[in-house]
């Protein structure tokens, strides 16, 4: 490595954003490469949009082949922070300075039908009082929070070898704090939350080009109000598990419990 680069590394801002590129750009290098060997010939350009539209042709790959061996890290009682919450705050943090969308977690719900409903949105705020994310009240899982507050959430940091689960209740938070956070989103994103009932059917691509149109006439030299029917929720986590992948599959699994206000750690088997 070049001296310039290494000296530039050691600042962490730069540090930060010269692992993302670096992560990023392999990431797209390796994933041509693999799908170059698997369809010879059709990929020459690397143009990630060309490969993806060839979803016609089959791709001879056995999933029970895939193997990989967990050896990056190791999760020692004495890692252990004695507050989950800042321990999940510390791996949220050491995840995200490696790739972008690590503040991406899947979140489930369950369906007035007794379903478990997952999908992932992103966390906005980690705190003593819980984890937020914001989304339509009105989406499937607006109305399943609405009918069963109860959710689970999940972590997955491959690059780390890392997951994390939490359980808790989810509840609205208040709708100044909704305001507060809608104000600090893009024009393009507050126009597109009026213009998206997310989760309901559409008849076609262009009702919601057609619905951002009137929106943006709507709004048109003023400031977007947030819609009644768009917020956060905040996640009050009962119990949470870290997960650190090890070799041979004898990963590390510590859990917390909250018990009397505070919380109990303990260790689970693999
Ligand atoms: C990386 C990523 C981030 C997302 N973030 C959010 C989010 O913060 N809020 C949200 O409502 N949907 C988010 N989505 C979309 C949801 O996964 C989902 O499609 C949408 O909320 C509708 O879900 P529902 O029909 O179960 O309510 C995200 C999707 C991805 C892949």
């Known amino acids: 490595m070049q001296?310039?680069?290494?000296?530039?590394?050691?600042?962490?801002?730069?540090?930060?954003?010269?692992?993302?590129?670096?992560?990023?750009?392999?990431?797209?290098?390796?994933?041509?490469?693999?799908?170059?060997?698997l369809i010879p010939g059709d990929l020459g350009s690397g143009d990630?949009?060309?490969?993806?539209?060839?979803?016609?042709?089959?791709?001879?790959?056995?999933?029970?082949a895939v193997r990989k061996d967990y050896a990056?890290?190791?999760l020692e009682e004495s890692d252990c922070l004695s507050d989950p919450i800042d321990m999940l705050d510390h791996w949220l943090k050491e995840a995200l300075i490696e790739m972008e969308d690590a503040n991406a977690m899947t979140l489930t719900t369950v369906s007035?039908?007794?379903?478990?409903?997952?999908?992932?949105?992103?966390?906005?705020?980690?705190?003593?009082?819980?984890?937020?994310?914001?989304?339509?009240?009105e989406s499937a899982k607006g109305k399943d929070i609405a009918s069963n507050p109860k959710v689970g959430?999940?972590?997955?940091?491959?690059?780390?070898?890392?997951?994390?689960?939490?359980?808790?209740?989810?509840e609205r938070i208040s709708a100044e704090a909704s305001d507060a956070y809608f104000k600090s989103r893009p024009r393009e994103s507050q126009l597109g939350a009026w213009a998206s009932i997310q989760?309901?059917?559409?008849?076609?691509?262009?009702?919601?080009?057609?619905?951002?149109?009137?929106c943006t006439e709507?709004?048109?030299?003023?400031?977007?109000?947030?819609?009644?029917?768009?917020?956060?929720?905040?996640?009050k986590p009962q119990y949470f598990e870290f997960w650190q992948g090890r070799t041979s599959r004898l990963h590390d699994r510590i859990k917390y419990e909250s018990v009397d206000g505070g919380w109990k750690l303990s260790r689970l088997f693999p």
């Open 218 to 235: 709507r709004f048109k030299d003023q400031d977007v109000p947030r819609p009644p029917h768009w917020g956060g929720f905040r996640i």
């Open 48 to 64: 990630m949009a060309l490969r993806l539209k060839r979803t016609s042709q089959k791709i001879d790959m056995s999933y029970e």
């Open 199 to 214: 989760s309901a059917k559409m008849t076609a691509r262009n009702q919601l080009d057609k619905q951002l149109l009137e």
């Open 72 to 74: 990056k890290h190791t």
């Open 153 to 170: 959430v999940n972590f997955f940091w491959p690059w780390l070898e890392r997951q994390v689960r939490v359980r808790g209740t989810a």
């Open 112 to 137: 007035p039908e007794g379903y478990p409903e997952s999908r992932v949105v992103l966390i906005r705020q980690l705190d003593q009082e819980g984890l937020v994310f914001y989304t339509n009240y």
């Open 3 to 37: 001296a310039s680069v290494r000296n530039r590394r050691k600042s962490t801002a730069f540090g930060h954003v010269y692992r993302q590129t670096k992560c990023a750009a392999l990431g797209i290098a390796k994933f041509v490469e693999a799908a170059e060997s």
